[in-house]
């Protein structure tokens, strides 16, 4: 199964590393150190898209179901309001598969707010992690545009995540 890729993803850090390097006149043309940290950041996406074909990383794991359903990531390419609400629901929260094994065996699915953002990235498949990164906090002096808080699971996110198999696991303090 195809899985939604950002050809942007994994650039921001890297690209901010270069120009960094560079006000400093060091490049990976004259710098070994520099080259090194460039190869670093390049091999990243290489070593995730390694990853992702292993089928042990596609079971039970929610960031391989959010990029391989069609359903659902038209609704992130189509919706930005949308999208900002699937990044604040991965935020710092838990999930777990709905089926007998994963819920009995408490095998739960979570990622940071950094790592949702690189997934709604590849949802849309453009940008990196920081297009979202705290966008329900940066974005909260706006609050016409629909956009919730990191850690918020709207009731419409709920509901899709559920559809796609996936339950919210609610914190002891949340009623």
């Not at 995730?48 to 391989?68: A, F, G, H, I, T």
């Not at 699937?86 to 699915?109: G, H, Q, T």
């Not at 966008?135 to 002096?141: E, K, P, V």
Request: glycine share 4%.
């Amino acid at each position: 199964m195809k899985i939604s890729t950002s050809p942007e993803r994994n650039t921001f850090q890297r690209d901010n590393y270069i120009k960094r390097r560079a006000e400093e006149g060091r490049t990976p043309e004259n710098d070994e150190d520099v080259k090194a940290m460039v190869e670093y950041y390049n091999s990243l996406t290489i070593r995730e898209e390694e990853r992702e074909v292993d089928p042990e990383w596609q079971k039970d794991n929610l960031e391989y179901d959010l990029r391989s359903t069609d359903w659902i990531l038209e609704k992130v390419r189509s919706n930005e309001t949308y999208a900002q609400n699937l990044y604040a629901a991965m935020c710092n929260r838990d999930f777990i598969r709905n089926d007998v094994w994963p819920i009995l065996s408490e095998k739960k699915w979570s990622c940071s707010w950094r790592y949702a953002g690189g997934i709604v990235a590849h949802m849309q498949e453009k940008g990196d992690y920081i297009d979202w990164y705290c966008s329900g906090i940066r974005d909260s002096d706006s609050p016409d545009n629909g956009f919730v808080a990191e850690s918020v699971v709207t009731d419409e996110i709920k509901a899709d995540l559920l559809k796609l198999g996936w339950i919210v696991v609610e914190d002891d303090y949340e009623s």
